[in-house]
């Protein structure tokens, strides 16, 4: 069987690639290397007979159409997805997030054979009042320009399945965390900043909501929704963990873990339309036979440890995002706290 993976050089795209391959699939792998991508992730499937790598864009609309012809499975991950990137300029995000997935469509339509399954996220719904789960047909109520995206990804696809009959699934996922992970996000940049001994910039109070998966039980879960096949596809599932904790809870323990105290954490200015709270109700998967194996407890300890060894990257680019979103935040706080 072939699939087609896209942004497979990603965090989430590279542990399903790895897994693909585990599991016999012949892999072409399309990625256009954007910053979030780093192909050594696949330095271990680079001499696999079964891998095959593209440099390229998900918005080349002959390149997918060639790559996608002859495909069983086209398992898209390529998107921009960090939240406050899309705050500071959200055109990246309506061009990989919406066209590129109208472009994989249109591919997917015109050859008529591949099926599609498309990540999505728990951030269409928009922040989800406590103690209420969102279930799949929950209307979407995005906040920001990235879930914006997504839900638009989405309503495309969902246009396509009813238009067309095109057999396509979509999969939102909670917050996932593990080795690989872009150091922009919450939990890798704490995890790196407090073993230097640098403040950990926290928005607002602290008190928002996530719902956190290992990336390996995520990966097990889009492996069992691909062998359930077409009968529990061509619809919405939501993987989700159930280990839901506050951000403030979350930086206390990776300080704990590193031994760092909790005065390292400094609450900055909060991010513009912050979504209070995710929660899914994954029942749908679960009666699949699916549970997730990692408790958060470890695999937070584990995934800490792994930054701590490999968080050494210097990369100008990063060090100015950092700037851009960091500098001014956190000399509002220390002037606050003077
Ligand atoms: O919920 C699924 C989503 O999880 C995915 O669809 C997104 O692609 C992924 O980026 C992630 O979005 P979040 O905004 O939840 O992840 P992030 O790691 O950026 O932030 C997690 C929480 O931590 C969020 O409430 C914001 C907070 N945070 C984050 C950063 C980077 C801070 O307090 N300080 C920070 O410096």
Redesign the pocket.
């Known amino acids: 069987m072939k699939v087609l993976v896209t942004g497979g050089c990603g965090f989430i795209g590279s542990h399903m690639v790895r897994q693909l391959l585990a599991d016999g699939w012949q892999v072409t792998n399309l990625d256009n290397l954007t910053y979030a991508s780093n192909p050594a992730n696949l330095a271990s499937a680079m001499d696999d007979p079964g891998y095959r790598f593209v440099h390229g864009d998900i918005c080349d609309a002959p390149l997918v159409k060639e790559l996608v012809a002859g495909q069983d499975l086209v398992l898209n991950f390529a ?1 921009e ?4 990137r899309s705050l500071l300029g959200p055109a990246a995000f309506v061009r990989a997030n919406v066209e590129g997935v109208v472009c994989l469509l249109e591919a997917i339509r015109d050859d008529g054979h591949a099926e599609l399954i498309q990540m999505s ?3 269409v719904f928009g922040s989800v009042p406590d103690p209420e789960e969102s279930a799949e047909d929950r209307p979407f109520r995005p906040s920001s320009p ?2 914006a995206s ?1 839900a638009a990804a989405e309503l495309q696809v969902a246009a396509y399945r009813t238009t067309y009959g095109l057999p396509v699934t979509v999969l939102r ?4 965390y593990g080795p690989n992970q872009h150091l ?4 890798p ?1 704490f995890a790196a900043r407090s073993m230097r001994r640098e403040p950990l ?4 109070d ?1 008190l ?1 909501q ?1 719902e956190w998966i290992h990336v390996s039980d995520l990966v097990h879960a889009i492996s069992m929704v691909i062998r359930a096949g077409s009968e529990t596809q061509r619809g919405a599932i939501h993987i989700g963990s159930g280990e839901r904790r506050t ?1 403030i809870e979350i930086a206390q323990r990776i300080c704990d873990l590193n031994e760092r105290p909790h005065e390292l954490i400094t609450h900055v200015k909060d ?1 513009a339309g ?2 209070r709270r ?1 929660a899914l109700d994954s029942s749908r998967l679960r009666s699949l036979g699916w549970a997730p194996e990692v408790p958060f407890e470890h695999g937070l300890a584990r995934t800490v440890v792994w930054y701590v060894a490999n968080s050494s990257r210097d990369d100008p680019a990063f060090a100015s995002y950092l700037r851009e979103q ?1 500098e001014v935040r956190l000399a509002g706080a220390a002037n606050a706290a003077k």
Not at 173 to 176: A, D, E, K, P, R
């Open positions: 998107a997805t960090h939240v406050d996220t728990d951030e990235y879930s997504k996922g909670c917050n996932v922009e996000k919450f939990i940049l910039p926290l928005y607002g602290g928002q996530r951000n991010r912050h979504d995710y960091y």
